[in-house]
């Protein structure tokens, strides 16, 4: 019985740490499209509805509300994708 509630006790721990480790990316503040581009070729969305004003897109833009406020600078024409390609 203790072996047992140890060993869902360590993998639910296990489990909820890789998870929420790959849930989150980085937040990096980029200098230019250029280098933010290297990374996300489509650029950085705020938000998954958010659709882009300036025209047809190569790439699908990553979605993540921390990552688009660090680097919204960058979002020339104000449509809530950072350096869309």
């Given amino acids: ?6 060993f869902l006790l360590v993998s639910t721990l ?3 740490s890789v998870s929420s480790a790959a849930a989150k990316p980085e937040v990096i503040t980029y200098k230019n499209c250029t280098e933010l ?4 070729k ?5 938000s998954a509805s958010i ?4 025209g047809k897109t190569k790439y699908k833009p990553f979605v993540s ?3 688009y406020e ?7 024409d ?5 350096c869309e390609k």
């Fill in 70 to 76: 660090a680097n919204k600078k960058s979002d020339r």
């Fill in 65 to 67: 509300k921390e990552l």
């Fill in 42 to 46: 489509g650029g950085v969305a705020k």
């Fill in 1 to 6: 019985m203790k072996k047992t509630f140890a």
């Fill in 51 to 54: 659709k882009n004003k300036g």
């Fill in 37 to 40: 581009n290297k990374v996300y």
């Fill in 78 to 82: 104000k449509d809530f994708i950072a």
């Fill in 14 to 16: 296990f489990i909820g």
